[in-house]
């Protein structure tokens, strides 16, 4: 496969470069992002884009996809709806429309969250935009799938970049190993999604929304290969 990650400086994004990477199926990994990763490999083909609103500009480079991992976020945290919708509905679908567009009918995965709000009428702003940005993702000529995950435990020395985020891990990091053994499909590792990712992108899966649960069941028929 021929896939394209968005986001790959980012904790669920590093999770998801380390399995592209590590498999044999994975031909070329297509890193869009604002900044260099900095990371040389064989298999890594870097487009460091300063506006991703207007990959117009590199449609050229963004033919023979067969797969994008859509792992760009921010936090909601004091940010007006307006600015959340602005970073988070409509830069995730002027991406995906621009793909769909040179490559219809590719698998297009984009990271969401437990909790988000399909009817976009709920009281959480965060949710309620996370909503309608998986609504309309359904609607694009693309095979489409939502992860939800809900706490995610980063592994293999991964970081992630949001402050809140790393005070937290700092804080509680000890507590994530045991809590995952007893609250299993609540939680997901960063190897975890990755792996997941890679068995939908070839493969889909039965629902178009995948929670923890669903997203452990994909990780692990992906292993077992």
Known sequence: ???????????????????????????????????????????????????????????????????????LGVSSNGMSEQDYRHLTHDLTLSVAGVLARVNPGMTFVYVSGAGTDSSERGRSMWARVKGATENALLRLPLKAYMFRPGVIVPLDGIRSKTPSYRVFYSVFGALLPPLQQLFPSAMSTTRTLGLAMLEVARNGATSPILVAADIHAAARTEEAR
Do not use: N
């Open 1 to 71: 496969m021929r896939v394209v990650l968005f986001g790959a400086t980012g904790m669920v994004g590093q999770g998801v470069l380390r399995e592209c990477l590590r498999s044999d199926t994975v031909s070329q990994v297509v890193c869009i992002g604002r900044t260099s990763l900095g990371m040389p490999h064989p298999k890594i083909d870097e487009l460091v884009v300063e506006d991703l609103f207007r990959l117009d500009r590199i449609e050229g480079k963004l033919h023979s996809l067969d797969a994008c991992f859509f792992c």
